[in-house]
Nanobody, 112 residues
Framework: VQLQASGGGLVQAGGSLRLSCVAS????????MGWYRQTPGKQRELVAV???????NYKDDVKGRFTASLDNAKKTGYLQMNNLKPEDTAVYYC???????WGQGTQVTVSS
């Protein structure tokens, strides 16, 4: 199983981005997908989790701005990020929480 993340980029503060994470290989269903982010010199931190049932949890400082979703028909997870702030700048990773597989990361840069 492999995960391919995409959708990162450079955006001004207040802007939006949507990250995608496509699963390939022997994947029947994505049970749970986590979105993480990491900045240089810091540990990777959990930003959001979405399950196949639609339940989700978010890091406090992204609540109300980020929305995670799963489309198992497309074997794809999404992270919609609105009202982005400079402190959201990081490399974002997706993870299949059942298979413990990571995507390769996508850079998000928010300018002030």
């Amino acid at each position: 199983v492999q995960l391919q993340a995409s959708g990162g980029g450079l955006v001004q503060a207040g802007g939006s981005l949507r990250l995608s994470c496509v699963a390939s290989g022997d994947v029947d269903i994505i049970e749970s997908m986590g979105w993480y982010r990491q900045t240089p010199g810091k540990q990777r931190e959990l930003v959001a989790v979405i399950t196949k049932y639609g339940s989700s949890n978010y890091k406090d400082d992204v609540k109300g701005r980020f929305t995670a979703s799963l489309d198992n028909a497309k074997k794809t997870g999404y992270l919609q990020m609105n009202n982005l702030k400079p402190e959201d700048t990081a490399v974002y990773y997706c993870r299949d929480n059942r298979r413990f597989v990571w995507g390769q990361g996508t850079q998000v840069t928010v300018s002030s």
